[in-house]
């Protein structure tokens, strides 16, 4: 059910130069599913807009709902987030959304495909499942241009190394470095047509993966995604 209230920040850190953690806090009984988003609603004073935000935190952590955040030079909600405090405190509408892990497909192994924040949902359905459902496989691809703007990498290592049905794979396209290099779609290679397929990220990302697995045979009714402005 869709609601309303009010959140104070009650944490926020830099994950990257131009990427923001925030922790606000939300009712004990707000509930969600793993992969949607709620809405901000911002006002710097002379304008009210309301901002989608896709929740970084599993819906089985309560009382707190956690967010990595990109941050636009110039942009009416990042410019609000630069001077953001603790305690700031600012009206929330959710849940919302229909990119959510489906439960019931008849796949056992699972890939998710995230650019920058669009890692975000994916950081929220590993945590949730994957120790639910030690049966199935799971794979996160996280794609960035940089060692720099990698974020959540040792919460990722972590889970990997704590999860034998769940692996991690970053992979740099501007930079070599000790791991992975080249974009998302140079690293799905092998059995394509026994996985179910999320992707989230910019626009053109999504286009150009949702292409390259059908064209690969794999069927749009596995393949689910979200994409960003």
Same mark, same amino acid.
């Given at each position: 059910?869709?609601?309303?209230?009010?959140?104070?920040?009650?944490?926020?850190?830099?994950?990257?130069?131009?990427?923001?953690?925030?922790?606000?806090? &939300?009712?004990?009984?707000?509930?969600?599913?793993?992969?949607?988003?709620?809405?901000?609603?911002? $006002?710097?004073?002379?304008? +009210?807009?309301?901002?989608?935000?896709?929740? #970084?935190?599993?819906?089985?952590?309560?009382? +707190?709902?956690?967010? &990595?955040?990109?941050?636009?030079?110039?942009?009416? =909600?990042?410019?609000?987030? !630069?001077?953001?405090?603790?305690? =700031? !405190?600012?009206?929330? +509408?959710?849940?919302?959304? *229909?990119?959510?892990? !489906?439960?019931?497909? %008849?796949?056992?192994?699972? &890939?998710?495909?995230?650019?920058?924040?669009?890692?975000?949902?994916?950081?929220?359905?590993? @945590?949730?499942?994957?120790?639910?459902?030690? $049966?199935?496989?799971? @794979?996160?691809?996280?794609?960035?241009?940089?060692?720099?703007?990698?974020?959540? *990498?040792?919460?990722? #290592? =972590?889970? =990997?190394?704590?999860?034998?049905?769940?692996?991690? #794979?970053?992979?740099?396209?501007?930079?070599?470095?000790?791991?992975?290099?080249?974009?998302? @779609?140079?690293?799905?290679?092998? $059995?394509?047509?026994?996985?179910?397929?999320?992707?989230?990220?910019?626009?053109?990302?999504?286009? $150009?993966?949702?292409?390259?697995?059908? %064209? @690969?045979?794999?069927?749009?009714?596995?393949?689910?995604?979200?994409?960003?402005?």
């Amino acid at each position: 059910m869709v609601e309303m209230f009010e959140s104070e920040v009650v944490e926020k850190k830099y994950l990257t130069k131009d990427v923001v953690f925030l922790s606000l806090t &939300c009712p004990e009984d707000f509930s969600f599913k793993a992969g949607q988003y709620v809405m901000f609603k911002m $006002d710097n004073g002379e304008k +009210r807009k309301m901002k989608p935000y896709s929740i #970084l935190s599993p819906p089985s952590q309560k009382g +707190r709902l956690d967010f &990595c955040i990109k941050i636009v030079e110039g942009g009416f =909600a990042s410019e609000m987030f !630069k001077t953001m405090e603790i305690g =700031a !405190k600012f009206p929330v +509408r959710g849940p919302m959304g *229909h990119f959510v892990f !489906k439960e019931d497909s %008849e796949k056992k192994k699972f &890939c998710f495909i995230g650019t920058g924040t669009g890692i975000a949902p994916f950081f929220s359905m590993v @945590q949730e499942f994957v120790p639910k459902m030690p $049966d199935k496989d799971f @794979q996160v691809i996280f794609g960035l241009r940089n060692k720099a703007g990698l974020f959540l *990498h040792d919460e990722f #290592l =972590a889970l =990997a190394k704590k999860y034998s049905n769940f692996t991690y #794979l970053p992979t740099l396209s501007r930079e070599k470095w000790e791991g992975k290099t080249g974009r998302v @779609q140079t690293h799905l290679t092998e $059995d394509l047509l026994e996985k179910e397929f999320y992707i989230c990220g910019l626009k053109e990302m999504v286009l $150009d993966t949702q292409k390259h697995l059908e %064209e @690969q045979g794999v069927s749009s009714s596995h393949i689910h995604f979200e994409r960003y402005s």
